[in-house]
């Protein structure tokens, strides 16, 4: 029986700026621009794009234009995740 597990979100532990730092720098160090997409992407969920774009000095529809948020990941109804 294989085991049971859950989708994990890294938005949920982004709670605090030293943390949204650490993330964006290691994605940063890695240096794969997907890596770094999807942490911005997952710094903008956590934050919320309301406040990201408040505290930029741009208007809330200006981070969905430039970093247009990616359709949640993970496997489909009926599927199994495969590589």
Do not use: C
């Amino acid at each position: 029986m294989a085991p049971k597990t859950k989708l994990w979100d890294p938005a949920e532990y982004l709670t605090t700026p030293s943390r949204i730092a650490a993330y964006l720098e290691a994605a940063f160090k890695d240096g794969d621009p997907s890596l770094i997409a999807a942490a911005l992407s997952d710094i903008a969920r956590a934050i919320g794009m309301t406040q990201l774009a408040s505290q930029a000095g741009v208007t809330r529809k200006a981070p969905y234009k430039a970093h247009p948020m990616p359709k949640a990941a993970g496997p489909t109804a009926g599927g199994s995740a495969s590589n």
